[in-house]
């Protein structure tokens, strides 16, 4: 469960990452509502998630899952520049994380959490 908290704590950092964009220095209250709602559950999702999993590789998920949707949607919707080398190193990105997925272990709760 703690991997799925962090993963929708990430996805929700994509959306307050853009919200931040658009708030033109949070002066649009329709943009600057939703952007703090998204970062209040962002890190409500990423502290839930620091109950099970260590926080150097939680926060290494946290910021790259982030990253990586901010990035990729910058690219496909927002116009933002696309080039070989930033495909690269997202894929290079993506890779690590899941690669850190892998080699950390849950502790065990001995019962339900």
């Not at 990729?72 to 993506?94: C, N, P, Y």
């Amino acid at each position: 469960m703690a991997w799925l908290f962090l993963i929708v704590g990430g996805i929700l950092e994509v959306g307050w990452a853009l919200g931040l964009a658009y708030s033109n220095g949070f002066t649009k209250l329709e943009v600057v509502v939703p952007t703090l709602i998204s970062a209040v559950f962002s890190f409500y999702f990423f502290s839930k998630s620091l109950k099970l999993l260590p926080v150097s590789t939680a926060y290494a998920i946290f910021t790259g899952l982030g990253s990586f949707g901010t990035a990729v949607i910058g690219m496909v919707f927002l116009g933002d520049s696309v080039s070989v080398l930033k495909i690269i190193f997202i894929i290079s990105l993506i890779s690590c994380i899941i690669g850190l997925k892998f080699v950390s272990k849950e502790p065990e709760t001995g019962g339900s959490k």
